[in-house]
Antibody
Framework: QVQLQESGPGLVKPSGTLSLTCAVS?????????WSWVRQPPGKGLEWIGE???????NYNPSLKSRVTISVDKSKNQFSLKLSSVTAADTAVYYC???????????????WGQGTLVTVSS | QSALTQPASVSGSPGQSITISCTGT?????????VSWYQQHPGKAPKLMIY???KRPSGVSNRFSGSKSGNTASLTISGLQAEDEADYYC?????????FGGGTKLTVL
């Protein structure tokens, strides 16, 4: 059973950089799956942030692309999110998730972390 | 890249059936059979209910079914039960990116 656990600061100052890590257990991050970040502002819907493959290949939401970096650390079996120049609009619960992948292409989210609330405030 | 369109809320009585629509465009829902549906209870992570338009993961009740016609996908829940009350989100591949619907709150009366 794959498990994902987000970690990182719960409070980030405006104009700063949000940094989160997702630790993967019960499976290898080098398996043939993509890994993703999704966020949910309080009381609002889900928004896909981006995805990464263990090779380091990435795809990002066009609306966030200029501010987002997702990276992978195979030695620690984890992947990370950095979101720069944050504002109050970036306040959200951030989830990491596994994309079940078929023949190299992501198909659907099958495992999710519990989510972590990040508040942007001075 | 705009969010897929879902009704904000739907409701039904126990035992009834409801359908939640998810309308996209020819660039996402209409072009790919990579539509999935997620159930989210308050304070919890989303849970996969339907993938690839109409397939059900192991462990998900056969009361949940999915379909697609053109640019619109649908989730149908039959035999409504109290525990089905939750938020539901559709998600579609959009060519190197993914887009979610705005979410639908299902109330079981």
């Amino acid at each position: 059973q794959v498990q994902l656990q987000e970690s990182g600061p719960g409070l980030v100052k405006p104009s700063g950089t949000l940094s989160l890590t997702c630790a993967v257990s019960g499976g290898s991050i080098s398996s043939s799956n993509w890994w993703s970040w999704v966020r949910q502002p309080p009381g609002k819907g889900l928004e896909w942030i981006g995805e990464i493959y263990h090779s380091g290949s990435t795809n990002y939401n066009p609306s966030l692309k200029s501010r987002v970096t997702i990276s992978v650390d195979k030695s620690k079996n984890q992947f990370s999110l950095k979101l720069s120049s944050v504002t109050a609009a970036d306040t959200a619960v951030y989830y990491c998730a596994r994309f079940y992948t078929i023949v190299g292409a992501p198909h659907y989210f099958d495992y999710w972390g519990q989510g972590t609330l990040v508040t942007v405030s001075s | 890249q705009s969010a897929l369109t879902q009704p904000a809320s739907v409701s039904g009585s126990p035992g009834q059936s409801i359908t939640i629509s998810c309308t996209g465009t020819s660039s996402d829902v209409g072009s790919y059979n990579l539509v999935s549906w997620y159930q989210q209870h308050p304070g919890k992570a989303p849970k996969l209910m339907i993938y690839e338009v109409s397939k059900r993961p192991s462990g998900v009740s056969n009361r949940f079914s999915g379909s697609k016609s053109g640019n619109t996908a649908s989730l149908t829940i039959s035999g409504l039960q109290a525990e089905d009350e939750a938020d539901y989100y559709c998600c579609s591949y959009a060519g190197s990116s993914w887009v979610f619907g705005g979410g639908t709150k299902l109330t079981v009366l």
